[in-house]
DNA sequence: TAACACCCTGGAGCTACACCAGGGTCAAGT
DNA sequence: ACTTGACCCTGGTGTAGCTCCAGGGTGTTA
């Protein structure tokens, strides 16, 4: 298959496959004869992994683990539930994090929503101290 | 002031103080005798409103909408409202979709707690087709 | 043979900084 | 006078995960 095929397939631009490859996450594929890339079916489906990992986020250098994993080279399946425990912990606190900020937002939306004179506006008033 | 003595009165580091210099954010001060930055007093209060700004999250560019509105360069306040109303809404788009990560990355974890072999890992499993 | 869709590489740009090397400055202590 | 240590300077590189671009080759169809 070609890079727009796979493209296609896997919703993922041409140029995010040739960056995944550069960074070592997939394997070089062969190339046609014109230079083209050419993916076997195995690369193909390495490639959906890959997006589905990064549908939930998971940043590139702990797909690599799970990839490991995939592919058998570790033994067993340990660092998989690591990456997926880790990525939700952090998940919960950055939810956490959004949410305060949120809060915060909110306050000071609250406190204008007029067109007033800049020096009156009680936004830029409160960014001030805070 | 001296840019270590901003430093530690708003928390920002002095990169990032030299960096917002950099990107127009705030006014390239005088400097001494020896070529040190010497904030005085409004430069200070300037950068103390932009470290609340950040500490909310607002980008950079979004904050120089404010700047234009504390500094009276806007006849009103509405590019204010505008940029906390905007900012508020992406916040809490976000939020939704860190919750919809959450529930799928806590449906992954839920399949395999185990240290099994890789290949009958429900983790790994899951992540091909999802 | 022209048009058009597709592919290639290498490099720059984005965000909001952090960090580094290599060098100057300044005040205090000996 | 000299050294030490804390501070400051500039310019450049690195981070994450891509996107976009220029300048060029390839392949198929009319």
Do not use: W
């Given at each position: ?13 041409i140029?995010?496959?040739r ?28 490639i ?11 940043p ?12 058998g ?13 880790e ?39 409160s960014?001030?101290?805070?």
């Open positions: 298959m070609k890079i727009g095929e796979i493209s296609k397939k896997t919703g993922l631009t140029d995010t496959i960056f995944y490859e550069k960074s070592g996450l997939i394997k070089r594929p062969l190339r046609s004869e014109s230079g083209y890339r050419d993916f076997n079916s195995d690369a193909v489906a390495a959906e992994f890959i997006a589905h990992c990064r549908s939930l986020d998971i590139i250098v702990e797909i690599k683990k799970l990839l490991n994993v995939r592919s080279t570790a033994k067993s399946c340990r660092q998989a539930n690591e990456v997926i425990n990525q939700l912990e952090k998940l919960r606190i950055r939810i956490k994090e959004l949410k305060k900020l949120e809060k915060s937002l909110a306050q000071l939306q609250s406190v204008c929503n007029e067109e007033l004179d800049p020096k009156d506006c009680r936004i830029i008033q960014l001030e101290s805070l």
